[in-house]
């Protein structure tokens, strides 16, 4: 089974909700098409979304909620 890492755009602070009283946009496990919102990243109070570039199901986040991020870093794994 081949796994694929999404990697950040940006430097800043990575979001893996739409807001703080919404969901996640996904969970692990959950399945995933190309294209679809895994998370955010805000630098300066602007939200970069951040997309899967392959489908399969998500095997793990790499970073926590709110944790800093380096642009270039993997943020989710995808298998399929």
């Known amino acids: 089974m081949a796994?694929?890492?999404?990697?950040?755009?940006?430097?800043?602070?990575?979001?893996?909700k739409p807001a703080p009283d919404q969901p996640p946009y996904k969970e692990e496990g959950d399945t995933v098409a190309e294209g679809d919102v895994v998370g955010l990243v805000e630098v300066m109070k602007t939200f970069h979304e951040v997309k899967a570039d392959a489908a399969g199901t998500i095997a793990k986040f790499l970073i926590d909620n709110e944790d800093a991020i380096m642009a270039g870093q993997p943020i989710v794994e995808i298998s399929g």
Do not use: E, I, M
């Open 3 to 16: 796994s694929k890492q999404v990697l950040s755009p940006l430097p800043g602070t990575f979001y893996r």
